[in-house]
């Protein structure tokens, strides 16, 4: 029995879609016992899959960093049956996937010969054209591992530093390593300065963000400078603007980041609004097969 929450319908897992309460993996899946799998996270909008090619591009390169022997085709093939099976065909939605190393007993080398562990479900997610959020922000230790540019299902320091912002009464945790910023908790972090775009580049001490990736190719196209540098936490207050990026959070303005405040008021900062303005066009786009 599960206890009462926003669970999906129906779950695919290894080949079969069974009801929530019926989906179930072996006790000694390396996902379960280590942390062992790549996750991620997809939303169906108007039309289509939003940037799916990318998004199953990204998990197929994570499989490949950790060596989980896996072609995600596979997931592409099952994801119209699962919605289908869902109610979710034509809905607005949220797809998560992931894959394990598999079933073996608890060792920490890698099995030899194990299939991978694959589940994936669909849930109902809606999401504003443009995110009229302007969220406030702790600033905390990343104290995460070397290797953030992996999507790892191991997300431990992720979920400490967001229960630390949702206990302060904030929507996300920006993390600094070394006097530097680096991404939130559960998304990407920009910057503007003189009307230029200031980020994090995409090394190992971040996720390469889809919506991350989307929001530079935009910046190109709107002739907006761009500059992949860390911004150190001494500068924030000489920042004009800063916005999150994500795949649920799209383009969301940032008020207060630690103890700066950028806005007073329920404002957004021109290039920002520039940005979520442009991101919100591509909604109108089939962008299921766009490379990123």
């Keep these: 029995m599960l206890p009462k929450g926003n669970f999906p319908k129906k779950v695919y897992i290894n080949g079969e879609i069974l009801s929530s309460e019926n989906a179930k993996i072996s006790v000694f899946d390396r996902g379960f016992l ?3 799998g790549i996750y991620e996270v997809m939303m169906q909008l108007e039309n289509g899959i939003f940037y799916k090619k ?7 390169n ?10 995600v085709k596979k997931i592409d093939e099952e994801l119209d049956d699962l919605l289908l099976a869902s109610n979710l065909t034509d809905e607005s939605c949220l797809i998560y996937m992931q894959v394990t190393r598999g ?5 920490h080398s890698y099995p030899q010969n194990v299939p991978a562990s694959v589940m994936m479900y669909a849930l109902p997610y809606s999401l504003p054209v443009i995110n009229p959020k302007h969220m ?17 299902i191991s997300l431990l320091g992720n979920v400490m530093t967001n229960e630390a912002a949702i206990s302060a009464n904030t ?3 920006t993390l600094v390593r070394d006097g530097l910023i680096s991404e939130g908790s559960h998304s990407n972090i920009f910057f503007v300065k003189d009307e ?23 910046c190109k196209d709107l002739d907006i400078p761009i500059i992949e540098k860390a911004v150190a936490q001494k500068d924030i207050e000489q920042m004009d603007e800063a916005f999150f990026t994500g795949t649920t959070t799209q383009v969301a303005s940032i008020a207060q980041l630690g103890q700066h405040i950028f806005y007073k008021n329920e404002e957004t900062g021109k290039v920002t609004r520039k940005l979520q303005t442009a991101f919100s066009k591509l909604r109108n786009l089939d962008t299921s097969m766009i490379d990123l």
Excluded: M
């Design 34 to 36: 280590f942390g062992d």
């Design 54 to 60: 990318a998004h199953l591009d990204r998990l197929q």
């Design 62 to 71: 994570n499989l490949n960093k950790i060596g989980i022997d896996y072609c």
């Design 103 to 107: 079933i073996a007993p608890r060792k």
């Design 136 to 152: 406030k922000s702790i600033l905390t230790p990343d104290f995460r591992w070397h290797r953030c540019d992996i999507k790892s």
């Design 171 to 173: 929507g996300e945790a």
């Design 196 to 218: 230029a775009v200031i980020t994090h580049p995409a090394n190992e001490h971040i996720l390469d963000g889809i919506t991350r990736r989307i929001i530079l190719g935009l």
